[in-house]
């Protein structure tokens, strides 16, 4: 049976879970309509999810049209979720952006076509809500073009818009839909300039070609609740978007995308397969990378498979091993997932001292299901915990209290500043007893900066045999652990620390002893070495009223932005730059004042930038 991956994308509230639960109740999957008011969907199965109307976690649904078998993932919308939405990607073989008729094209929306036009993943737009009032075609498909892509070729259009009669048809491959193919494909452009005219048959070949490379949009219309338009749609995803390249044979290859736990504390991983095939009680090896860049191995047994998971397809399977998020089956070489770390840090404590054990326990299962939310100790019993914005911390609040019976206190979120090593610094402490350090060991580090983006890395100068393995692990998580608290309290990254000398003395040196003093010696090394400070920076995009360009570059100029462009003048202007983290906050609650509630905001994790003394 022929497999497609397909992702289910929107601005939130557009219809994402409507449009779910109407294509598998159409195709016999559900046996009748769920609805998000009454929080009865298939996918939307969390009680946080049920309760706010929206979708926290990639869920999959399957149904089944002729020889083709679809899977749906049905992403976040929220932009808090944003590393959800990307990490499905990877696993997509195509995606259906959705969009409101009536509220049209949102910042959430191109934010999104930005990254699937950027991974040049195979995307057909839905138009969603067309029986409501206010619902637009003609004046949608303009704005489409103009603040999304202007690659689009509709495929159906609308009768009685915007009524409860809302009807569509198929529109036929005429002259429009060449016009449009001519954008992108040489030989329709070619053919309509020198003749002959294409034909039917070229214009059907060049539409699923430049589909499946991910430079033309086919633009369906129709009413999730209603169902007008969903066949066509249908239609369009078997006949438009190819399957990933797959091979049976071979050792298997995927990666694990998803993981949900299961009412008695057992997890479900979701594994996409690439290549081979998996069965239960197979012995199999996943590799994970740490967050100090290491790769470690993850050896189990599948104990139970969903179904069949054979390449190019996905299966929910139990593993005797904890799997997380983002573990990998064999060494991949697909496009990774394209996200930035969160910025934003908070501390979290037990409202109720006796549950701070089950609180850390919890938190820790929670960051198993997204390696992106990163836990670790901090001061007086607290949690420290990486996010991306406040609604995902009243997520994560409401999920502790209600799927682990933790209540937790949330201190207000800050921005989270990064250290990296400025020269290169280099300290020894000889065995025995040197300055009071009282301990048998004898350790020399050197601190330098690393590669940009390769977190970590420990190495040695000194014979790998000199020291029984134990110190020798001893020093290195150590040295790691330090380097979470850099000389100005943030953590330090990018850093290349190397161990030049090292001793023990027979009977009397321990682990504990190369615990406790690689901390000081690291300390003194990276003293030396000096560190710079970074701050997180957003990526922005805001579109505003042509009277108030000046207002908003002026407040944005005002908070340090840096820009790269204005563009635009006829109807509105779209101004794109860069701007601190911690003022991203400001700006949001101003725009609405400056440009008289017209403004749209988009921003989103965009590396760092040095600190300025000034700043």
């Avoid at 189990?300 to 593993?319: D, E, K, N």
């Avoid at 340090?560 to 991203?584: M, S």
């Avoid at 749209?600 to 590396?607: A, D, I, L, M, N």
Wanted: glycine letters at 12%; a negative charge; proline letters at 6%.
């Amino acid at each position: 049976m022929h497999t497609l991956n397909i992702g289910i994308l929107a601005h939130v509230d557009a219809g994402k879970t409507s449009l779910t639960e109407r294509l598998l109740f159409d195709h016999g999957a559900i046996d009748r309509l769920g609805s998000v008011d009454t929080g009865d969907t298939r996918t939307d199965d969390g009680a946080i999810e049920r309760q706010r109307g929206i979708t926290i976690r990639s869920a999959v649904a399957s149904f089944t049209v002729g020889d083709t078998r679809i899977n749906l993932i049905d992403t976040p919308g929220h932009s808090d979720f944003i590393a959800e939405v990307e990490r499905a990607l990877e696993v997509l073989d195509g995606a259906v952006l959705l969009l409101s008729a009536v509220e049209g094209v949102q910042a959430q929306s191109r934010v999104l076509m930005r990254t699937l036009r950027r991974l040049r993943l195979p995307t057909l737009i839905f138009v969603n809500k067309i029986d409501r009032p206010g619902a637009r075609d003609e004046g949608l498909l303009a704005d489409i073009r103009r603040r999304l892509t202007p690659y689009v070729a509709p495929l159906t259009e609308v009768t009685g818009i915007g009524t409860s009669a809302a009807g569509v048809t198929a529109l036929p491959g005429d002259s429009r839909l060449a016009e449009a193919l001519a954008e992108v494909d040489p030989d329709i452009l070619t053919a309509l300039v020198d003749g002959p005219a294409p034909t039917p048959d070229d214009l059907r070949g060049a539409l699923a070609a430049r589909t499946a490379d991910g430079s033309l949009h086919p633009v369906f219309f129709g009413s999730a609740l209603g169902g007008q338009g969903v066949r066509d749609l249908v239609e369009g995803v078997i006949r438009l978007i190819p399957a990933g390249p797959a091979t049976r044979d071979g050792e298997p290859r995927g990666t694990v995308f998803a993981v949900r736990p299961g009412p008695g504390g057992e997890r479900t991983a979701y594994l996409r397969l690439y290549d081979g095939e998996v069965t239960e009680r197979q012995r199999l090896t996943f590799l994970r990378r740490e967050a100090d860049g290491a790769t470690s191995r993850v050896a189990g047994r599948v104990t139970h498979l969903s179904g069949p998971l054979t390449a190019g397809t996905i299966a929910a399977l139990a593993f005797s091993a904890g799997l997380r998020v983002g573990d990998r089956l064999g060494e991949l070489t697909d496009r990774a997932p394209q996200f930035a770390p969160p910025t934003l840090e908070t501390l979290v404590t037990a409202r109720h001292p006796g549950q701070a054990v089950r609180l850390r326990s919890a938190l820790l299962t929670l960051a198993d299901q997204d390696p992106l939310i990163h836990v670790r100790p901090a001061a007086a019993g607290a949690t420290s915990l990486l996010l991306y914005g406040e609604v995902q911390m009243e997520v994560l609040a409401a999920t502790l209290t209600q799927d682990f019976g933790v209540e937790a206190d949330f201190e207000p979120g800050r921005v989270r500043y990064l250290e990296r090593p400025r020269g290169t610094g280099e300290a020894c402490e000889e065995c025995p007893w040197h300055l009071g350090t009282r301990y048998w060991a004898t350790i020399g580090l050197r601190v330098e900066p690393g590669e940009r983006g390769s977190g970590g890395v420990f190495a040695y100068e000194t014979e790998l045999g000199a020291l029984p393995r134990a110190f020798h692990q001893a020093i290195e998580e150590t040295v790691h652990a330090g380097m979470r608290t850099g000389l100005s309290g943030a953590p330090v990254t990018d850093y290349r620390v190397t161990l030049v000398r090292s001793g023990f003395v027979g009977p009397l040196s321990t682990a504990a002893d190369f615990r406790g003093l690689t901390p000081i010696v690291l300390r003194r090394a990276l003293e030396r070495a000096g560190t710079r400070l970074f701050e997180p920076y957003h990526a922005f995009e805001a579109e505003v009223p042509l009277d108030a360009l000046a207002a908003v570059t002026g407040q944005l100029a005002a908070a340090g932005a840096e820009f790269t462009g204005t563009t635009g003048g006829t109807t509105a202007w779209v101004i794109t730059g860069g701007l601190p983290a911690r003022r991203v906050r400001e700006i949001e609650l101003r725009l609405p004042g400056l440009t008289h509630g017209e403004g749209v905001w988009w921003s989103r994790p965009s590396g760092d930038r040095e600190l300025k003394p000034h700043q």
